[in-house]
């Protein structure tokens, strides 16, 4: 079966800097992947999603790359500010399949 | 808009209890889901209705009952809880079939369930 692994230790970086999260994932590739942001206590927010035949995706200060190869996306962040502490989620959909599977997701702290 | 709206937001059960949890979207969305988060293991699909009428299981249905009630709600039903259930629960829905490029999931703000 499909399996997703993120980081499950904490990213702590210094405000300004560029956060850089890792997705890997294992077996067939997805169809697309998409990331979230959940802050404690609420539920997950869509953030971006990438299909296979894209190499990368920007939105603002977010980019997302997806190496089909690897089995890897990387999630950035840059200029980042204390706002965009959260556990940051990534999960993968099948072609044809409702099914969006999750990782366990990557903390982050912006130190001000 | 209300978006996902999930009822109770906590739960304190005994084992053995049953209960429902509820979950109601206002955006005509077509997909629903159910969705478990414990620590260290991510959220875990439970049941979804990909439309009005139609229930699969996901990874870990086990002890789960759900019903898709209409096109705007989809329940989750524990018919003997166990202290395994102890966890947050999720409802999610995404307009499936209409835009198949990004298939992204609006999430309720969960429903934490303690069974002891």
């Known amino acids: 079966s499909q399996k997703i692994e993120q980081n499950s230790e904490a990213l702590n970086i210094q405000e300004g800097k560029t956060a850089t999260l890792t997705c890997n994932y294992t077996n067939y590739s997805p169809a697309y992947l998409q990331w979230y942001r959940q802050d404690p206590g609420r539920g997950p927010v869509f953030l971006l999603l990438?299909?296979?035949?894209?190499k990368e995706k920007r939105k603002e200060r977010l980019k997302v790359t997806f190496d089909t190869t690897l089995k890897q996306s990387l999630f950035h962040i840059t200029a980042s500010q204390p706002a965009d502490s959260a556990t940051y989620l990534c999960a993968l959909r099948m072609d044809s399949s409702y099914k969006l599977i999750f990782g366990s997701g990557t903390r982050l702290l912006v130190r001000p | 808009n209300a978006g996902v709206t999930q009822t109770p937001k906590f739960q304190v059960l005994k084992t053995g209890q049953s209960m429902t949890l509820q979950c109601a979207q206002d955006m005509n969305h077509n997909s629903m889901y159910w969705y478990r988060q414990d620590p260290g293991m991510g959220l875990r699909l439970i049941y979804y209705?990909?439309?009005?009428?139609?229930?699969d299981k996901g990874e870990v249905p086990n002890g789960y009952n759900v019903s898709r009630l209409n096109k705007r709600e989809f329940s989750l039903r524990l018919e003997s809880a166990a202290p395994s259930q102890t966890s947050v629960y999720f409802c999610?829905?995404?307009?499936?079939?209409?835009?198949?490029?990004?298939?992204?999931?609006?999430f309720g703000e969960g429903s934490r369930l303690t069974v002891l």
């Open positions: 999610a829905s995404s307009l499936r079939g209409q835009n198949l490029n990004t298939g992204e999931l609006f």
């Open positions: 990438i299909r296979e035949n894209e």
């Open positions: 209705s990909a439309s009005e009428g139609t229930t």
